[in-house]
């Protein structure tokens, strides 16, 4: 067991507590796969964005340290920045380590969200290496006696070429020093972190690495039990908590009958501040033996509509803004139109439904607070924590360790604010891990939403009116000030930044208007994956295809009239030719066997980056059940970083987006959630998922994108238009559970 | 209740309410960090372990009923440095995203391999039926045990049908 160096801030030599982790760079404060842990790093007394030593430091044994204040949700990105920092500064990848989210000792970028890692979040990594890179050049030069443009640089060993013995390594160069150099930072006000400059250029070409597929960093560890997640923190003398949960949401705790759990071994207090009840023990078991049998009072509630409701409370609910955007004179169009087409859409809420749930240890002592957490978020959860405890930020650290894959949920890690709360009340360290039903029921969800939407068509066919109106509580006002504890104790903030309830389309019509009402809370909620664009195109889509058959033109050959992006062209044709499209009317109805239908969509997605599918699925007549046969996608990525864990990605995002689509929605009565499992709520499993072809199409000379969001995007349109394609039946309600095919197949 | 385990070949005695699930006894008794809470339900598969080659939800599995049985982690399949062949065969597909449901999908690949080591691809699918994945690393996770069936090893089901044709093992 090696003991942590003190941290000398003139030299820059870091270690670790490091204990069995030799096999990979660590991405996080001490831990130990096989012990507790005994002592964090100290922080740095400067992590600010200006400082190119706020983000690298470079060992005289040449072993590089980058600090980010990203994370990685288990998407590789840890081993991508490596391989973007190797490139930049041309060290090899094994010699750098990546340093993540701990706000003690990365710099703040913001929240890991938007898929924007592999370019906002990456951006200053890459520019500090490039001028950490122009720095020990000049100081190779002074020291080889050799203009800088007559200098190679491999591996981090800078020579003049045809002289060998002539050489000197970056270890050697800057032997640990500071590089006390200033970067100019500007800050976009979109919480995603710095844009940082300096006087270097960054690499455009001749990457060693990037567009390589480096096997990921990450995969050893998870594959053999010894990584280490939130989930495996130990920290010595820790406690367990659990939190109780009120029967309705919104409910008011009124007695607490404590000599109802008198009985329970291992308990050491019962925690009740306004409307948060919590129980911590000795044992994990025993703190959820404790919540279980513990005894309260409720009353009252916030009533809330059946989730059978909700399209039309969420027409009825209160506005809160409304946005437009207009082109030409909709209204005029439909109302000389020959024919006005018609179709109303819905979106349920759906879960997040992480795997691993929401986990973190507190340790609240002394007026200081230390939080080990998975948070997507980490600068924002700990101001947030601060506030919510009541104390200055800078008596908050938040330790980022790798949770379980989160899509969006721990952009508000709940456990933190939970285990924050008990450890204050036991002046111990305490663990909280949600439990299955806490995450289904009370996880900040993705909203539902409705759209209607209007085409006016010509006799000859064209288009001459497009409109979507649609209504959905915002998806982001959960990031902010919205722990479910810091609601229950009371005077939580809230916050009211709207967001994915509007959309864009990628059509040329020459009327078109889309409108977003923006409602409402009907549930706490945070971004799933895909905000608004998810549900959007499953809309656009769907109704571009209805047109498509209105006017019996092949559905491709239909986009191809309207598309105004050649990107979203040409991921159309790649993914068209891929699987073979062949032009036809939809729908064919071909029947594979005696009650089995099969069938064929398309379906494409504009915006930053575009992507194109094409599905085949079988609907059973009989039972209404839909299978996936097969999806081609092709999508633009930018810069590729690494091929094969783009590809990963992608198919990943895709099953997610079929799963949402074949077979999740949250269930409610007017008080609570009900649907509180794996059972009720329902996520695809391994005999029903697709065989998948992923086109990847790179785009060298553009910037790098993430592929988490853009890939989940076409799956429900390209699922509905193919079920269209068997059955001539319309699916315009998502989840496409048996029981509402079933019924649809009989309305014909 | 003093109770006596024995967990990828080593003893252990731990002293624990009889009904604590097993799950908990390795997590925070024995500090093993292979199999996950992912439910306490036995309905996704993330705490899976191996118990006298069967494997079984060790998030409902009381500690009292596996004592003295052999029981085996996904840390006690293999090492860093010297993987088993099934967890060799994910590393080379690159078979993880976020990682957490992947102790239950090796752990029961491995139980299923044991007794069936020539799957096709339709059983290899229901065998896995009851381990979920959220992040979608399903096409990663078959194209592994695939893999890894394909190169197999020393199982204790080939070892019973060597014995019996009197061949060598």
Redesign the interface.
């Given at each position: 067991m090696s003991a942590i160096a003190r941290r000398d801030f003139l030299s820059h030599s870091v270690s670790l507590l490091v204990i069995g982790f030799n096999f990979r760079p660590l991405s996080s404060a001490a831990l130990s796969a096989q012990a507790p842990l005994d002592r964090v790093p100290l922080p740095r007394s400067s992590v600010v964005a200006e400082e190119l030593d706020s983000w690298l430091t470079i060992a005289e044994d040449g072993k590089v340290t980058v600090y980010t204040g990203r994370i990685d949700m288990g998407t590789g990105v840890e081993t991508s920045f490596a391989q973007l920092v190797a490139d930049e500064l041309d060290v090899p990848f094994q010699a750098v380590k990546m340093i993540m989210g701990d706000t003690g000792l990365t710099p703040d970028q913001g929240k890991s969200t938007g898929s924007s890692n592999s370019s906002r979040g990456a951006q200053p990594l890459r520019t500090a290496a490039a001028e950490a890179r122009q720095i020990l050049l000049k100081l190779a030069s002074e020291q080889l006696k050799t203009p800088v443009d007559r200098l190679a640089v491999q591996d981090g060993i800078v020579s003049v070429p045809g002289n060998p013995s002539n050489k000197v390594t970056y270890g050697e160069l800057i032997r640990g020093r500071r590089f006390e150099t200033r970067l100019r930072a500007t800050e976009p006000p979109d919480g995603r972190g710095p844009h940082l400059e300096g006087t270097a250029r960054l690499k455009t070409s001749n990457f060693r690495l990037v567009g390589k597929s480096i096997p990921r960093v990450d995969v050893l560890g998870k594959v053999t039990g010894t990584f280490p997640y939130v989930h495996t923190v130990r920290v010595p003398g820790m406690v367990h908590g659990r939190v109780v949960r009120p029967p309705a949401i919104g409910a008011t705790l009124v007695r607490v009958d404590e000599s109802s759990v008198r009985n329970i071994p291992g308990l050491i207090r019962i925690v009740s501040k306004g409307n948060f009840l919590g129980v911590v023990t000795e044992r994990e078991e025993q703190a959820i033996a404790a919540a279980r049998q513990l005894k309260a009072t409720w009353t009252g509630g916030s009533p809330i509509p059946e989730y059978t409701e909700i399209s039309r409370w969420l027409r009825n609910a209160k506005q809160i803004k409304t946005e437009i955007t207009n082109k030409g004179d909709v209204d005029a169009a439909l109302t000389r139109a020959a024919k006005v087409l018609k179709a109303t859409y819905e979106w349920p809420v759906q879960n997040h439904a992480m795997i691993g749930p929401s986990c973190a240890v507190a340790d609240v002592r002394d007026g200081q607070v230390t939080v080990w957490s998975g948070s997507q978020w980490v600068q924002q959860n700990r101001r947030d924590l601060a506030q919510f405890m009541g104390v200055p930020v800078e008596s908050v650290r938040l330790i980022w360790v790798e949770a379980s894959g989160s899509y969006g949920r721990l952009g508000c890690d709940d456990a933190v604010a939970d285990a924050a709360l008990l450890s204050k009340a036991v002046g111990k360290p305490v663990r909280v891990l949600w439990t299955r039903q806490d995450e289904q029921g009370w996880e900040p969800k993705s909203p539902g939403m409705v759209m209607d939407l209007r085409a006016g068509l010509e006799t000859d066919g064209r288009v001459a009116a497009f409109e979507l109106e649609g209504w959905s509580p915002s998806h982001s006002t959960g990031e902010i000030g919205n722990y479910l504890a810091w609601r229950l104790v009371g005077g939580n903030p809230g916050w009211d930044r709207l967001s994915g309830g509007t959309g864009e389309h990628a059509y040329e019509f020459e009327n078109s208007r889309m409108t977003g009402h923006y409602v409402e809370e009907l549930l706490r909620a945070i971004y799933l994956r895909a905000p608004g664009d998810i549900q959007h195109n499953f809309a656009i889509e769907s109704f571009i295809d209805e047109m498509a058959a209105e006017v019996k033109t092949d559905p491709l050959e239909f986009r191809f009239r309207y598309l105004k992006d050649p990107n979203t062209a040409l991921t159309l044709r790649t993914a068209a030719k891929t699987a073979g499209w062949q032009a036809h009317i939809s729908p064919r109805k071909l029947e594979k066997k005696s009650g089995v239908a099969m069938g064929r969509g398309v379906c494409c997605s504009s915006g930053d980056r575009q992507s194109a599918c094409v599905a085949d699925i079988e609907v059973n007549l009989g039972t209404g059940k839909v299978r996936v046969l097969k999806i081609v996608i092709a999508l633009t990525c930018g810069r590729i970083i690494n091929p094969d864990s783009a590809r990963h990605q992608v198919q990943g995002a895709l099953l997610q987006g079929v799963s949402r689509t074949l077979l999740e929605e949250v269930k409610f009565d007017r008080t609570h959630v009900t649907n509180l499992d794996w059972n009720s709520y329902p996520i695809l499993r391994f005999p029903d998922v697709p065989e998948i072809e992923t086109v990847l199409i790179d785009q060298p000379e553009a910037d790098s994108t993430g592929l988490g969001e853009l890939a989940t995007i076409p799956a429900p349109a390209v699922i509905a238009n193919a079920v269209f394609n068997a059955t001539g039946v319309r699916l315009r309600k998502v989840p496409f559970t048996p029981d509402r095919v079933k019924a649809a197949l009989m309305r014909g | 209740m003093k109770i006596s385990l024995r967990v990828n070949s080593r003893s252990h005695i731990v002293d624990?309410?009889p009904?604590?699930?097993l799950l908990?006894v390795l997590?925070?008794d024995l500090?093993?960090?292979?199999p996950?809470?992912?439910?306490?339900?036995a309905?996704?598969g993330?705490c899976t372990v191996i118990v006298e080659g069967k494997a079984i939800r060790s998030c409902v599995t009381p500690v009292s009923t596996v004592g003295g049985k052999e029981i085996v982690?996904?840390?006690g399949?293999?090492?860093?440095d010297r993987?088993h062949p099934i967890?060799q065969a994910?590393?080379e597909t690159?078979?993880?995203?976020?990682?957490?449901?992947?102790?239950g999908m090796?752990m029961t690949a491995k139980a299923f391999l044991d007794e069936h080591p020539r799957p096709t691809d339709?059983e290899?699918?229901?065998a896995?039926?009851g381990?979920?994945?959220?992040?979608?690393?399903?096409?990663?996770i078959?194209s592994a045990i695939r893999r890894a069936a394909e190169r197999g090893w020393h199982s204790p089901k080939k070892a019973r049908q060597e014995s019996q044709h009197g061949r060598q093992a």
């Amino acid at each position: 067991m090696s003991a942590i160096a003190r941290r000398d801030f003139l030299s820059h030599s870091v270690s670790l507590l490091v204990i069995g982790f030799n096999f990979r760079p660590l991405s996080s404060a001490a831990l130990s796969a096989q012990a507790p842990l005994d002592r964090v790093p100290l922080p740095r007394s400067s992590v600010v964005a200006e400082e190119l030593d706020s983000w690298l430091t470079i060992a005289e044994d040449g072993k590089v340290t980058v600090y980010t204040g990203r994370i990685d949700m288990g998407t590789g990105v840890e081993t991508s920045f490596a391989q973007l920092v190797a490139d930049e500064l041309d060290v090899p990848f094994q010699a750098v380590k990546m340093i993540m989210g701990d706000t003690g000792l990365t710099p703040d970028q913001g929240k890991s969200t938007g898929s924007s890692n592999s370019s906002r979040g990456a951006q200053p990594l890459r520019t500090a290496a490039a001028e950490a890179r122009q720095i020990l050049l000049k100081l190779a030069s002074e020291q080889l006696k050799t203009p800088v443009d007559r200098l190679a640089v491999q591996d981090g060993i800078v020579s003049v070429p045809g002289n060998p013995s002539n050489k000197v390594t970056y270890g050697e160069l800057i032997r640990g020093r500071r590089f006390e150099t200033r970067l100019r930072a500007t800050e976009p006000p979109d919480g995603r972190g710095p844009h940082l400059e300096g006087t270097a250029r960054l690499k455009t070409s001749n990457f060693r690495l990037v567009g390589k597929s480096i096997p990921r960093v990450d995969v050893l560890g998870k594959v053999t039990g010894t990584f280490p997640y939130v989930h495996t923190v130990r920290v010595p003398g820790m406690v367990h908590g659990r939190v109780v949960r009120p029967p309705a949401i919104g409910a008011t705790l009124v007695r607490v009958d404590e000599s109802s759990v008198r009985n329970i071994p291992g308990l050491i207090r019962i925690v009740s501040k306004g409307n948060f009840l919590g129980v911590v023990t000795e044992r994990e078991e025993q703190a959820i033996a404790a919540a279980r049998q513990l005894k309260a009072t409720w009353t009252g509630g916030s009533p809330i509509p059946e989730y059978t409701e909700i399209s039309r409370w969420l027409r009825n609910a209160k506005q809160i803004k409304t946005e437009i955007t207009n082109k030409g004179d909709v209204d005029a169009a439909l109302t000389r139109a020959a024919k006005v087409l018609k179709a109303t859409y819905e979106w349920p809420v759906q879960n997040h439904a992480m795997i691993g749930p929401s986990c973190a240890v507190a340790d609240v002592r002394d007026g200081q607070v230390t939080v080990w957490s998975g948070s997507q978020w980490v600068q924002q959860n700990r101001r947030d924590l601060a506030q919510f405890m009541g104390v200055p930020v800078e008596s908050v650290r938040l330790i980022w360790v790798e949770a379980s894959g989160s899509y969006g949920r721990l952009g508000c890690d709940d456990a933190v604010a939970d285990a924050a709360l008990l450890s204050k009340a036991v002046g111990k360290p305490v663990r909280v891990l949600w439990t299955r039903q806490d995450e289904q029921g009370w996880e900040p969800k993705s909203p539902g939403m409705v759209m209607d939407l209007r085409a006016g068509l010509e006799t000859d066919g064209r288009v001459a009116a497009f409109e979507l109106e649609g209504w959905s509580p915002s998806h982001s006002t959960g990031e902010i000030g919205n722990y479910l504890a810091w609601r229950l104790v009371g005077g939580n903030p809230g916050w009211d930044r709207l967001s994915g309830g509007t959309g864009e389309h990628a059509y040329e019509f020459e009327n078109s208007r889309m409108t977003g009402h923006y409602v409402e809370e009907l549930l706490r909620a945070i971004y799933l994956r895909a905000p608004g664009d998810i549900q959007h195109n499953f809309a656009i889509e769907s109704f571009i295809d209805e047109m498509a058959a209105e006017v019996k033109t092949d559905p491709l050959e239909f986009r191809f009239r309207y598309l105004k992006d050649p990107n979203t062209a040409l991921t159309l044709r790649t993914a068209a030719k891929t699987a073979g499209w062949q032009a036809h009317i939809s729908p064919r109805k071909l029947e594979k066997k005696s009650g089995v239908a099969m069938g064929r969509g398309v379906c494409c997605s504009s915006g930053d980056r575009q992507s194109a599918c094409v599905a085949d699925i079988e609907v059973n007549l009989g039972t209404g059940k839909v299978r996936v046969l097969k999806i081609v996608i092709a999508l633009t990525c930018g810069r590729i970083i690494n091929p094969d864990s783009a590809r990963h990605q992608v198919q990943g995002a895709l099953l997610q987006g079929v799963s949402r689509t074949l077979l999740e929605e949250v269930k409610f009565d007017r008080t609570h959630v009900t649907n509180l499992d794996w059972n009720s709520y329902p996520i695809l499993r391994f005999p029903d998922v697709p065989e998948i072809e992923t086109v990847l199409i790179d785009q060298p000379e553009a910037d790098s994108t993430g592929l988490g969001e853009l890939a989940t995007i076409p799956a429900p349109a390209v699922i509905a238009n193919a079920v269209f394609n068997a059955t001539g039946v319309r699916l315009r309600k998502v989840p496409f559970t048996p029981d509402r095919v079933k019924a649809a197949l009989m309305r014909g | 209740m003093k109770i006596s385990l024995r967990v990828n070949s080593r003893s252990h005695i731990v002293d624990v309410d009889p009904r604590a699930p097993l799950l908990f006894v390795l997590e925070n008794d024995l500090q093993l960090n292979g199999p996950k809470f992912g439910c306490g339900m036995a309905q996704c598969g993330a705490c899976t372990v191996i118990v006298e080659g069967k494997a079984i939800r060790s998030c409902v599995t009381p500690v009292s009923t596996v004592g003295g049985k052999e029981i085996v982690t996904l840390e006690g399949l293999g090492t860093p440095d010297r993987p088993h062949p099934i967890q060799q065969a994910f590393i080379e597909t690159q078979a993880a995203q976020c990682g957490y449901c992947i102790n239950g999908m090796i752990m029961t690949a491995k139980a299923f391999l044991d007794e069936h080591p020539r799957p096709t691809d339709k059983e290899i699918r229901e065998a896995l039926a009851g381990n979920l994945c959220r992040c979608g690393t399903h096409l990663e996770i078959l194209s592994a045990i695939r893999r890894a069936a394909e190169r197999g090893w020393h199982s204790p089901k080939k070892a019973r049908q060597e014995s019996q044709h009197g061949r060598q093992a």
